[in-house]
T-cell receptor
Framework: KAGVTQTPRYLIKTRGQQVTLSCSPISGHRSVSWYQQTPGQGLQFLFEYFSETQRNKGNFPGRFSGRQFSNSRSEMNVSTLELGDSALYLC????????????FGPGTRLLVL | AQSVAQPEDQVNVAEGNPLTVKCTYSVSGNPYLFWYVQYPNRGLQFLLKYITGDNLVKGSYGFEAEFNKSQTSFHLKKPSALVSDSALYFCAVRDGATNAGKSTFGDGTTLTVKP
């Protein structure tokens, strides 16, 4: 079974631009969660989608948004990029119940210059 | 609110010795606890989880963890460490009553196993 895939793997943007990251979950998984990983803040929860609905949201500004499609693929968008948005963005998928394991993709490393 | 603490930034052990990576947690409902490992420039790999039942949980690559409700701990252990176990380890918690899909992670512990 194929794992979680994320595209692109690496991205360089400049301040003020916007970016869209993509995540394809494991087949059959309906929940997709997004996390931001930085050396200073560690792993921070961004949001979670289940069956195309945002079910949970972390404490990030409105510049961070996401969506999920009917095939469970998810995208996250960051508008008006800031230097502090430089991070590894990780996507995780699961069947969606609380006790289910989340399986992570390799991440997208975003560098904002 | 849910939270996780990994009190040690770094753990160093010699190959062949037992290892322990510590984790304590706080949730308002029943805890669902997870351990992940991260190698450089990679995503997180699932090691093991505790949902309910036996307090000793066995996982991948010879790792195990013991759930202790009274001490709110979920320490990761391995009887005999390998150099290849050197990596960054994360403990995560999810509240069984709420927050489906949202895991709260500790800050991570870097494990270094020396030959």
């Amino acid at each position: 079974k194929a794992g979680v895939t994320q595209t692109p793997r690496y991205l360089i943007k400049t301040r003020g631009q916007q970016v869209t990251l993509s995540c394809s979950p494991i087949s059959g998984h309906r929940s997709v969660s997004w996390y931001q990983q930085t050396p200073g803040q560690g792993l921070q929860f961004l949001f979670e989608y289940f069956s195309e609905t945002q079910r949970n949201k972390g404490n990030f500004p409105g510049r961070f948004s996401g969506r999920q499609f009917s095939n469970s693929r998810s995208e996250m968008n960051v508008s008006t990029l800031e230097l502090g948005d430089s991070a590894l963005y990780l996507c995780a998928s699961s069947f969606g119940l609380e006790q289910e394991t989340q399986y992570f993709g390799p991440g997208t490393r975003l560098l904002v210059l | 609110a849910q939270s996780v603490a990994q009190p040690e930034d770094q753990v160093n052990v010699a190959e062949g010795n037992p290892l322990t990576v510590k984790c304590t947690y706080s949730v308002s409902g029943n805890p669902y606890l997870f351990w992940y490992v991260q190698y450089p420039n990679r995503g997180l790999q699932f090691l093991l989880k505790y949902i309910t039942g036996d307090n000793l949980v066995k996982g991948s690559y010879g790792f195990e963890a013991e759930f202790n409700k009274s001490q709110t701990s979920f320490h990761l252990k391995k009887p005999s460490a390998l150099v290849s176990d050197s990596a960054l380890y994360f403990c995560a918690v999810r509240d069984g009553a709420t927050n489906a899909g949202k895991s709260t992670f500790g800050d991570g512990t870097t494990l270094t196993v020396k030959p």
